[in-house]
């Protein structure tokens, strides 16, 4: 059943669903416009705040039973924002907490009351709302129809505000490519391939109207992607490169160019991977779907600008054709390339994706990968690794990150890296041992993004989570659905 969000003019006294949602910065207190509700309650909401049970602490819920018998809300909850200085971000994960709460205890729909705070922060809260109401049940079995408990199905958001309808719309298109991002991340390896993921494009371009293209292992080698080429040779699955073509900017103004590395499973080749934990390398594709998800949202907003999504994607496997340690290939750049480590594939894939981005003239282009293990030691999930050959992308993508509540962190590029990478044979190697990996893996990417302003976003930390973050599931994020979009975003005003 899809969860649906929706704008309404109610007041929180007369709503005619089961939850509704009260969200309180520090120190809360019983606002005049809730007075009315505090006396259908009997008075258990102003008697809660007053004795300071609940106190408005980030993340902090408390449940209140509701209204007389037969009356809605049957239950209320109160979420705290804390001292946010990011007022929408704080609502967004507010939200995502709301959703989340909802849905464990079984109320088909809840009201959210906005507090008269307006319609930027509609539209985050919708996106919180739907993101703590994802989920991904399609391969479980559901429960007998007697044991099954409400699904959360939709919300309403009770807003005065004229603008609070088309921000919702705003959020769905948001939200929807971030699930999008999502669904595609979390599906195993074996159903989210390469075709898989062509599919999931053809689709999207066949919906928005968008050009798009296909490569596989043929039209790879006719444009010589020895790089790209050399990850998938090990593996019998049809590699794809794939782009996007949103083309609803000004004519004749040079695209921004999104690229993610879409490994469906990562198992280090003849490098190989130590088995622990080796299953969440079917999140290597969580920039493709970053990708993927972000141009339908920037279709579903309808932004007056020119983006193309690129998408690089195979499996890195063992094998008897595999690639193998001390092999040198030819890029599609034409710089010949050492593979010392066959588990540095992604660096390998994107090069020549950078590469063939040049044909797009684009004015710009930000890459997302799960790129290196160093990453998640240097910021661990709180922030992305962002390099930059560009001050001003890099600040921009920063900002976007920013609004989008996706934190990034820039590193460096210094040139000492670059000797880090020398081969002995060929003109660059795809490892550089471990010191600043995350640098010299972005020192490499470098050598193949010529002739544009360029920002690479390592999402190795970010993109998904081991535990659960309270806001957001176990599982994969939605990163960098939201940075994406807010940077195209903030290129169409
Ligand atoms: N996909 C991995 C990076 C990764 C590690 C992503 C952990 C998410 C969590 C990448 O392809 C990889 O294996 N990188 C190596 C590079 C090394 C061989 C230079 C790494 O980080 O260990
Ligand atoms: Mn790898
Ligand atoms: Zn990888």
Redesign the pocket.
């Known amino acids: 059943m899809p969860f649906l969000v929706t704008a309404r003019r109610s007041a929180a006294d007369s709503v005619d669903v089961p939850l509704l949602v009260l969200a309180f910065r520090k120190h809360p207190t019983l606002a005049p416009e809730l007075v009315a509700l505090d006396a259908k309650l009997g008075g258990a909401l102003g008697q809660t705040l007053g004795r300071r049970e609940f106190r408005g602490g980030r993340d902090e819920v408390l449940h209140l039973s509701g209204a007389a018998a037969g009356a809605n809300p049957q239950r209320v909850l109160l979420v705290g924002l804390g001292e946010p200085s990011d007022v929408p971000g704080a609502l967004r994960r507010a939200a995502s907490i709301a959703a989340r709460q909802a849905r464990k205890l079984g109320a088909n729909a809840l009201a959210w009351h906005d507090g008269g705070r307006g319609a930027d922060t509609v539209e985050a809260v919708t996106v919180g709302l739907l993101m703590g109401a994802w989920e991904y049940a399609d391969l479980k079995t559901p429960p007998p129809a007697d044991e099954r408990r409400p699904e959360l199905e939709s919300a309403v958001i009770l807003s005065d505000d004229a603008a609070a309808a088309s921000a919702v719309e705003r959020g769905t298109a948001i939200g929807d490519g971030m699930a999008l991002a999502r669904r595609l991340a979390m599906m195993p390896g074996n159903l989210c391939t390469p075709s898989y993921l062509a599919d999931t494009a053809r689709e999207i371009a066949a919906r928005h109207g968008m050009q798009v293209t296909i490569l596989g292992r043929a039209e790879m080698e006719k444009e010589k992607m020895g790089s790209f080429l050399c990850v998938a040779q090990g593996t019998p699955q049809d590699p794809k490169l794939i782009a996007l073509e949103y083309m609803h900017g000004p004519a004749g103004t040079k695209p921004i160019a999104l690229v993610g590395?879409g490994?469906c499973f990562?198992s280090?080749g003849i490098?190989i991977?130590p088995a622990q934990g080796m299953e969440?390398?079917k999140?290597?594709m969580c920039g493709a779907a970053g990708v993927l998800g972000a141009m339908e949202s920037i279709a579903r907003l309808a932004l007056p600008v020119n983006v193309v999504g690129i998408v690089g994607s195979t499996t890195?496997m063992p094998s008897g054709t595999a690639v193998n340690p001390g092999d040198v290939v030819r890029s599609h750049l034409g710089k010949t390339i050492e593979v010392?480590?066959?588990?540095?594939?992604?660096?390998l894939v994107l090069a020549d994706v950078l590469s063939y981005a040049r044909r797009f003239s684009p004015s710009a282009v930000v890459d997302a990968?799960?790129?290196?293990?160093?990453?998640?030691i240097a910021l661990g999930h709180t922030a992305s690794g962002v390099f930059g050959t560009d001050d001003r992308l890099v600040s921009d993508v920063l900002a976007a990150g920013t609004r989008a509540g996706e934190p990034g962190w820039r590193l460096p590029l210094y040139d000492e890296y670059k000797e880090l990478i020398k081969s002995d044979v060929a003109d660059v190697k795809?490892?550089?041992?471990?010191p600043a990996?995350?640098c010299?893996?972005a020192m490499f990417l470098k050598e193949f993004a010529e002739d544009f302003a360029w920002v690479h976003l390592d999402i190795?930390?970010t993109?998904?989570s081991e535990s659960d973050l309270t806001y957001i599931p176990k599982g994969p994020t939605g990163v960098p659905v939201g940075t994406f979009v807010e940077l195209v975003r903030g290129r169409a005003r």
Request: aromatic share 4%; glycine share 18%; proline share 0%.
């Open positions: 590395k490994l990562d280090g490098s991977k969440a390398m999140f290597d890195n010392i480590n066959t588990d540095a594939e992604g660096r990968a799960t790129l290196t293990g160093a990453c998640v795809n490892t550089g041992g471990r990996g995350a010299t893996a190795a930390g993109a998904y």
